[in-house]
């Protein structure tokens, strides 16, 4: 699996953009990079997934550089209730078997009034 | 359409004892994952099930056991429980033919050794 490497916090403010960046420089050829995002004592949620370029839904947008080697996450606007711990994940995707995700520490994003 | 569900929210055993916790995997899911989480870490994956087997292990001991019934839900045990064992344990469940990368959790136990 491709080691990731991404900010353990980040500090921001009601109403800002926040950009989490993930490095993953092994990536593989097959390997897709995902997102999660964790409130305290709840599980992870599953908020968006990419191979390259850009791809976005309603909650974040994912952008992926050319070769691959990083992705960062885009939040728009957050408000307070998007404080949590993020988690970037790359593997490749289920063949013959559920995808199994593979947590590192993440990055705990602090929204502040 | 009801989520994963976990149950109990919330557990405490003294080491040495035995515990079962059990997961409801979302509807139409049919394949359990279950995940440790200690305090300021990323959920360690545990094991994985689907058609009632164990398909994949993580780096657990043999401590760490667990069971899918017909209906898809699943139970985990951990036998001859530590201290070390007190921790969040997640419970995700997905569909095994997906080819995508979501899975779905559930809220999890949090159990607490003495």
């Known amino acids: 699996l491709a080691k990731t490497t991404q900010p353990i916090s980040m500090d921001s403010y009601e109403g800002q953009e926040v950009n989490i960046t993930c490095s993953h420089n092994?990536?593989?050829?097959?390997?897709?990079i995902t997102w999660y995002q964790q409130f305290p004592s709840q599980g992870p949620r599953f908020i968006i997934q990419?191979?390259?370029t850009k791809v976005t839904n309603e909650v974040a947008s994912l952008f992926i550089p050319a070769d691959r080697k990083s992705s960062t996450l885009s939040l728009p606007r957050v408000s307070l209730s998007d404080t949590a711990v993020y988690y970037c994940l790359v593997g490749e995707l289920p063949t013959g078997g559920s995808y199994i995700p593979t947590f590192g520490r993440g990055t705990s994003l602090i929204v502040h009034p | 359409d009801a989520g994963v569900t976990q149950s109990p929210t919330h557990l405490i055993k003294t080491r040495g004892q035995q515990v079962t916790l059990r997961c409801s995997p979302k509807s139409g899911h049919d394949t359990v994952s279950w995940y440790q989480q200690a305090l300021g870490q990323g959920p360690q994956f545990i094991f994985q099930?689907?058609?009632?087997?164990?398909?994949q292990r993580g780096n657990f001991p043999d401590r760490f056991s667990g069971h899918q019934f017909p209906n898809y839900s699943s139970e985990l045990n951990v036998n001859a429980l530590l201290l070390g064992d007190s921790a969040l344990y997640l419970c995700a469940s997905s569909l095994r033919t997906s080819v995508n990368t979501e899975a779905f959790f559930g809220q999890g136990t949090r159990l607490t050794v003495v």
């Open positions: 099930y689907y058609e009632e087997e164990e398909r």
């Open positions: 990419g191979y390259k």
């Open positions: 092994n990536i593989a050829t097959n390997d897709y």
